[in-house]
């Protein structure tokens, strides 16, 4: 079966400046990523702000270049689509749904836009397609005339799940879809979600640092640290039997989490993780609970094995 969603060896290097004086510096923030997500599955990505898990969704909806390494949708090179081709297979939807619709539109139009970009459909045809999207998001042909400011943030969730929908496409990538939500409007939109991957066949690329919500919705989970992926596992595996020590450490957090920070406390000492500053050997050894002596100076090599993957000299 052709994978949804297929990256091989993929990469993304950024040059930042962390000071106006300082030189630039060379961030790896996806780091020869490779997997597959079968179609009509869920892959949760988790991890801390600054894993890299944005820029592997950016480079998935072909909003950014590789620095190498291929992304293949549906079977075809990203790199070889036109946007529009594009559009119509792969569709985001992002955290804040009150910066990604534009105040000055009505929510029609806003849902129309992808249609009217595609060219060549008729102002009949866009409404049909418009309105299906609403009904399919559970909002009234009504709110449909209103503006994003008129709606609440659940709702203007639902508009941009609804944008997303309107060119029928076979995946959707979410990155942090319902973090901006209060938590009684996190479930539904989740659950909205899980209702609209079963009706339609979706496959999702779903983004979150927030592990309950990961749990909730995913198939598949994959666990990243600082560009790579060091578990994925199937979900019910993954919670039940964690084998990496980071993914043992994020699944500790969310018994004792740090509220407002949005970035889990793992209960390991402040070292914060910094992409612009990987340590060397395992990348997780200045903060890992279980290192031994060659932790600090060799990489290890990611294990394949039919529970999944795992980047740990002691798995
Ligand atoms: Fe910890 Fe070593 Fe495993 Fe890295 S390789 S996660 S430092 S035990
Ligand atoms: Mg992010």
Not at 59 to 71: F, H, K, M, N, R
Not at 280 to 293: K, L, S, T
Request: proline share 8%; aromatic share 4%; with cysteine.
């Amino acid at each position: 079966m052709t994978a949804a969603i297929e990256v091989r060896g993929l990469r993304r290097e950024f040059r930042v400046r962390q000071g106006v004086f300082a030189p630039p510096k060379r961030v790896i923030a996806v780091d020869d990523v490779s997997f597959a997500v079968p179609p009509g599955s869920v892959l949760g990505v988790v991890g801390e702000s600054g894993c890299g898990k944005s820029t592997l969704a950016r480079l998935i909806l072909g909003l950014l270049e590789p620095s190498a390494g291929d992304v293949v949708v549906d079977g075809q090179r990203l790199s070889a689509m036109d946007r529009r081709a594009r559009a119509r297979l792969i569709q985001p939807v992002f955290q804040d749904p009150f910066a990604s619709l534009n105040p000055k539109r009505r929510v029609r139009d806003i849902v129309a836009m992808p249609l009217i970009a595609q060219g060549d459909i008729s102002g009949h045809d866009i409404d049909r397609r418009v309105n299906e999207a609403l009904e399919r998001v559970g909002l009234s042909p009504d709110q449909g005339t209103r503006y994003p400011a008129q709606l609440s943030g659940g709702q203007r969730q639902r508009v941009a799940i609804a944008r997303a929908l309107v060119l029928r496409p076979r995946i959707v990538v979410c990155d942090e879809p319902t973090s901006a939500l209060d938590v009684s409007v996190q479930a539904q939109i989740l659950n909205l979600l899980a209702e609209l991957r079963r009706d339609l066949g979706l496959t999702y690329l779903f983004i979150s640092h927030n592990l309950a919500v990961v749990e909730h919705i995913a198939t598949e989970v994959a666990v990243m640290y600082l560009g790579r992926i060091v578990e994925r596992a199937e979900s019910e595996t993954l919670f039940a039997a964690p084998r990496h020590p980071y993914t043992r450490a994020l699944l500790a957090s969310v018994l004792t989490p740090e509220p407002g920070l949005g970035v889990p406390d793992v209960g390991l000492g402040d070292v914060m993780p910094d992409p612009a500053n990987i340590p060397p050997g395992c990348r997780f050894h200045p903060r890992c609970p279980v290192a031994i002596a060659k932790c600090a100076t060799e990489a290890p090599r990611p294990a394949n094995d039919a529970a999944g993957l795992v980047e740990c000299h002691l798995a």
